[in-house]
Structure formats: C-alpha cells, structure tokens
C-alpha cells in the first residue's frame, strides 16, 4: 500500500500561486505515474496534471497549461503542484494520486489505485 498526504494548499487572491505538496509513504516502490485531480462543489472529479515515474513526460488539461507545472522528486517520495496565475475556478479540493509501478500517465481517475485526503485551494476575486 502507498499512502498519499497533500500539503500546500490555501486561501489566495487572483494571480496569486501556491505550491502543492504530495508525500507518499508506505511502499513507494510500488508506485508509478502520479497525477493531480481536483473537485469542485457540486461539480465532478476534474483532471489537473500527471507525471511519469521518471518525470520526463507531463501531461495537463487544458484549462491549467501554461499556469500549473507538475514535478516529482523521487529520493524524496514527493510530487509537486506549482499553480502560478491562479484564478477563482481553480478553487477546489486538489488530490494527489498514484499508479501501480510499471502503470504511466493517465488522465482518467479510475486508472489510479492511490489516493491522498485532498487540500483545499481557494482563490477569491
């Protein structure tokens, strides 16, 4: 099992950034591609970014490209989540998730096995 705890989050005006922290503890390594996802109130699990186990391919929806960067420091068991030029519909819960080891990127939630608590990102106007 890996278990998955997501740091970071918090109140911040418009244009503002945060950096989200995942550690994962447990046996990490049986871990593989790791992502974001994030939910809204009363709207659906969205996807946000996901990164391979060696961190050279990266993949993000479209309404966060060019604003979030995704990152991962395997010595140190931790992804990142860098979200510069935040506005008011990037509030939500941000998860940290995580694939089986030999499983890659994926921007579908079933295909995670994974999943941090959440931490909470709101961003006021």
């Known amino acids: 099992q890996v278990q998955l705890v997501e740091s970071g989050g918090g109140l911040v005006q418009v244009g503002g950034s945060l950096r989200l922290s995942c550690a994962a503890s447990?046996?990490?390594?049986?871990?593989?591609?790791m992502g974001w996802f994030r939910q809204a109130p009363g709207k659906e699990r969205e996807f946000v970014a996901t990164i391979s186990w060696g961190g050279g391919t990266t993949y993000y929806a479209d309404s966060v490209k060019g604003r979030f960067t995704i990152s991962r420091d395997n010595a140190k068991n931790t992804v990142y989540l860098q979200m510069n030029n935040l506005k008011p519909e990037d509030t939500a819960i941000y998860h940290c998730?995580?694939?089986?080891?030999?499983?890659?990127?994926?921007?579908?939630?079933?295909?995670?096995?994974?999943w941090g608590p959440g931490t909470q990102v709101t961003v006021s106007s």
């Open positions: 447990g046996r990490t390594d049986s871990s593989g591609a």
């Open positions: 998730t995580a694939r089986r080891k030999g499983f890659t990127t994926s921007r579908r939630d079933n295909d995670y096995d994974y």
